[in-house]
């Protein structure tokens, strides 16, 4: 390690991190000029949950390799830290890095504004999923809207996401007054994976008619 470095690694990202199952992607240059086998190891810490992955690749002389180790972690938010180390076919340590990050949230969801009048314009609904790459591929998003007493009074399936962060209207108009609770689930395989909610009351309009 110390010596003339026999392999390069470039574009890795460890970024997105998150919940679930990963997918983290590396490309590893020979510089050597003669090639050869190594192995690509990942040990991730995040919290008290301990991850491991590791790749066995090749090398040809003055080549380049694509590699994606596949991660999965149970940690739902905090720092982590990742270490890094490239083997060649002696178990010997061509390369070493670390990286560090923070686990983001697996969902959380808000209403803008969390108070409103019954014949107002629609609120803004704004989530986030920090949730891996793979588990992602899976997830399907349904939104729920309940009375203070938890009646049903809404739902509605939204897919599966295709970015992190996802914003949508909705009307209140024919809502009655009273404390709602908005609800987003995520599933996977039928089971629930994350959920978070926030809350809306809604007023009656000072403009309605006087009963």
Request: proline residues 6%; hydrophobic residues 40%; positive net charge.
């Amino acid at each position: 390690m110390l010596g003339k470095p026999r392999v390069a690694v470039t574009d890795l990202d460890l970024q997105g991190l998150a919940t679930g199952k990963n997918r983290l992607h590396m490309q590893v240059r020979d510089l050597s000029g003669k090639g050869g086998l190594y192995r690509a190891i990942l040990r991730l810490a995040a919290g008290k949950a301990q991850s491991h992955a590791s790749q066995a690749f090749s090398l040809a002389p003055k080549g380049t390799q694509d590699l994606a180790l596949n991660l999965r972690t149970q940690a739902t938010g905090g720092a982590w830290e990742a270490a890094i180390e490239i083997r060649d076919a002696g178990g010997k340590s061509v390369f070493a890095g670390r990286r560090v990050g923070t686990i983001p949230a697996p969902l959380v969801v808000s209403v803008k504004p969390r108070a409103t009048f019954a014949d107002s314009r629609p609120v803004l609904i704004a989530a986030r999923l920090g949730v891996g790459s793979v588990s992602a591929e899976s997830l399907v998003l349904t939104a729920r809207l309940l009375k203070s007493d938890g009646t049903v009074v809404g739902s509605q399936k939204l897919g599966t996401p295709t970015a992190p962060d996802l914003n949508a209207w909705m009307p209140v108009t024919g809502l009655t007054p009273g404390v709602y609770r908005l609800q987003l689930v995520a599933t996977s395989d039928g089971k629930t994976f994350a959920e978070a909610e926030d809350t809306l009351r809604v007023c009656d309009s000072p403009f309605a008619p006087q009963r």
